[in-house]
């Protein structure tokens, strides 16, 4: 089994940032792909962004790159989501998640363990 924990969310203004957490424990967390999800209310959990296992590849919906960057610690057993110039559309319920072995699309059923999200709230 996997836990997942996500932390750092809040209530932020437009064009400001955060850096939301996910400290993982119960398995080899070196080994493991991660990504990181969000959802609307009313709407489908989307791709947000993916690191391989050993930090050195990663990958972006097209709606955040450039703004967020997705990022991991192996000694802390934790991935960080990075998010500047927060727009009102990116407010969301944003998940962690361990990406599965052999994993061909960024959609939710790539990936399992989710943890129980953060939520993130732009607005003035």
């Known amino acids: 089994q996997v836990q997942l924990v996500e932390s750092g969310g809040g209530l932020v203004q437009p064009g400001g940032s955060l850096r939301l957490s996910c400290v993982a424990s119960g398995r080899t967390f070196s080994t493991s792909p991660m990504g990181w999800f969000r959802q609307a209310p009313g709407k489908e959990r989307d791709f947000v962004a993916a690191?391989?296992?050993?930090?050195?590849?990663?990958h972006y919906a097209d709606s955040v790159k450039g703004r967020f960057t997705i990022s991991r610690d192996n000694a802390k057993n934790t991935v960080y989501l990075g998010m500047n110039s927060l727009k009102p559309e990116d407010t969301a319920v944003y998940y962690c998640?361990?990406?599965?072995?052999?994993?061909?699309?960024?959609?939710?059923?790539?990936?399992?363990?989710w943890g129980q999200g953060t939520q993130v709230t732009v607005s003035s």
């Open positions: 690191i391989s296992s050993n930090g050195e590849w990663t």
């Open positions: 998640a361990v990406e599965k072995p052999h994993n061909t699309d960024y959609i939710p059923a790539g990936f399992d363990y």
